[in-house]
């Protein structure tokens, strides 16, 4: 069970998973995995640095460099939990939960329905959202590689 919280409020993502995928590179590690919830194909994420590395601590640069990001309109951030509505630059609309409360791990959960995601965020804020139409996905779409590990300004030493 994915478990989001917002104070005392929480929205839960029973699941199965379909695939589970880890990727190592330099300074960090990607585990993804597709999981069915609730009817919705959805990828979870968590990227972990690895030793004295973090990740850039704005959100927003972090997702830029990760996806191939057009836009993005962040709808509430909370003790690290962030909603987030992305459009790519192919026209992929997502709808994504990022979580970063500790600068050496990123969990990103994304791929659910404009309905699905809405009752979530209803849910942890008492707001509605405006739905975007988001596209129904079968695999990550995070574009993690050496390149993103360290030179893109994604991670960073902490042994300065």
Avoid: C
């Amino acid at each position: 069970m994915v478990i989001l919280k917002v104070g005392e409020k929480d929205a839960n993502y029973p699941y199965t998973v379909m695939k589970k995928e880890t990727k190592h590179f330099s300074n960090l590690n990607v585990t993804q995995y597709i999981i069915e919830s609730q009817g919705d194909n959805l990828i979870y994420e968590e990227a972990v640095a690895e030793g004295l590395y973090e990740f850039n601590s704005n959100p927003h640069y972090l997702l830029s460099k990760i996806f191939d990001l057009q836009d993005s309109t962040s709808l509430f951030v909370k003790n690290g939990l962030e909603a987030l509505q992305l459009q790519l630059k192919d026209g992929t609309k997502l709808n994504l939960f990022m979580l970063q409360q500790d600068g050496s791990i990123l969990r990103l959960l994304y791929g659910m329905s404009d309905e699905a995601f809405e009752e979530k965020v209803k849910k942890l804020t008492g707001k509605t959202i405006q739905k975007q139409g988001a596209t129904p996905l079968k695999a990550p779409i995070t574009q993690w590689s050496e390149k993103v590990n360290g030179i893109d300004g994604v991670l960073s030493s902490t042994d300065h």
